[in-house]
Each structure stands twice: as C-alpha cells, then as structure tokens.
C-alpha cells in the first residue's frame, strides 16, 4: 500500500531562521506532489506543487525539492516568520488518478 | 479567489442520528471532495464527486453518502452518525476534472462533528 509520512511530527525554528520539513513517500509511480499549510482552525492552502520530471521549484520564500532516488520531499521556507506556525501537509499522487494520498502533518511553531 | 463553503463549523449529534453536512463552491469547480481528518491519519478520502449526479467512493465511505444534485453544492450524509465518526470533515473542490492536472485543491474551513 501506499504510505506518505514525515519525518518530523513538529519542528521549532527561530523566527527569521530557514525551516525544512520533511516528507517520504513510498509509492514510487506517484509523479506529482503538493504542499499544504493548514493553520489552525482552517482548512488546508495549497502552498506549493511539482511534478516528478523536476527535482526543484521555487516559490515566494518557498522551495520544494524532491528526490525520487529515495523517495523523498522537502520544503523550504526561507526567513521564517511567525505566520508561518502551522501544520504542513505533503500530498502525492499519480498521473490521471482523482485523489491524493496525503501525510499527517509536521508542525511547525515559530519562536519570536 | 476560490470560497469553499462548508455550513456548520461545529455540531454535535447523538448516536444514532441522521447528519447533513453541507459545503458549497463558487467557482464553477468539476471536482468536489469530503475528506476526514484525525490526528496521526492525516486526510483521508471519503466520497468525490466529477459531476452533478456523480460520486465515487474514496478510502473510508462506509457509514457515509453524498448527494451532488447541483455543480455547485455536495452534501455528505451520516445516515446513523456513530462515536467513531468524530472528527473534522473537510470538504474541497477542483477545477479540472483530473485533480492531478488541475493542481490544486480549494479546501473549506471544516466541520467539527462530535458524535455522543
């Protein structure tokens, strides 16, 4: 079966420092994977995605990288800031297929 | 901006009764989801619906059904709500009907269910 699990279940960072959240997955025909901030009290945003034929996407403050050697997905968040404190939910899937198989979250808290 | 509209942020049901949950979309999305959440599963997928009049069961349909009679709206259904049914539902849409090339997901806030 499949499973997508992280390896950290929270993670606290100084405001201002870099943070890296781990995610692994086993499934190794999944070939698209998105990140997901949940804050607490609301619903998941999606936060960044990348498709398996890329090994680095960058966005605002942000970059997922991904190794399919070892089935491995991490983001990045650079300058973190207090906002930041939430749940990160990496999510997989593969090509065609309706859902996505998510992880459980690692929570990160941002000391100020 | 994509709302994802889900009713009832908190409810509390007893044993055994019939309980609506009701999440609507305002962007004309193909795809709608309610998916579960409990602490150390992550989201799990109960039903999907591709559109009006259609659904697909996901991981963990059973003691749920959903209605999508209008694109916009998909109603998941506790016919006989049970204790183990507590949990946060959250209801999602997509544009494409292919979730995958679409990209995205557009989650709603929730709907804490608390089953006595």
């Known amino acids: 079966g499949e499973s997508v699990g992280l390896h950290l279940p929270t993670l606290s960072v100084q405001e201002g420092d870099n943070s890296i959240i781990n995610c692994a997955y086993s499934?190794?025909?999944?070939?698209?994977f998105i990140w997901y901030k949940q804050e607490s009290g609301k619903g998941p945003q999606f936060i960044i995605d990348?498709?398996?034929?890329?090994d680095k996407r960058q966005g605002q403050r942000v970059t997922v990288l991904l190794n399919k050697t070892v089935k491995h997905l991490s983001l990045q968040i650079a300058a973190t800031q207090p906002g930041d404190s939430a749940v990160y939910f990496c999510?997989?899937?593969?090509?065609?297929?309706?859902?996505?198989?998510f992880g459980t979250g690692t929570r990160l808290t941002v000391i100020p | 901006d994509v709302k994802v509209t889900q009713s009832s942020r908190y409810l509390v049901k007893r044993t055994g009764e019939k309980v609506f949950l009701e999440c609507v979309q305002d962007?004309?999305?193909?795809?709608m989801f309610w998916y579960r959440q409990d602490p150390g599963l992550g989201l799990r997928l109960i039903y999907f619906?591709?559109?009006?009049?259609?659904?697909e069961k996901g991981d963990i349909p059973e003691g749920y059904s959903v209605s999508r009679e209008k694109k916009e709206r998909f109603s998941l259904i506790l016919e006989s709500a049970s204790t183990n049914q507590t949990s946060m539902y959250l209801c999602?849409?997509?544009?494409?009907?292919?979730?995958?090339?679409?990209?995205?997901?557009?989650f709603g806030e929730g709907s804490r269910l608390t089953v006595l």
């Open positions: 619906s591709y559109d009006v009049k259609m659904k």
């Open positions: 999510a997989e899937g593969g090509s065609g297929a309706n859902n996505l198989f």
């Open positions: 499934n190794s025909a999944s070939d698209y």
């Open positions: 962007m004309d999305h193909e795809n």
């Open positions: 999602a849409s997509s544009l494409h009907h292919r979730v995958i090339s679409a990209g995205e997901l557009f």
């Open positions: 990348i498709r398996s034929n890329m």
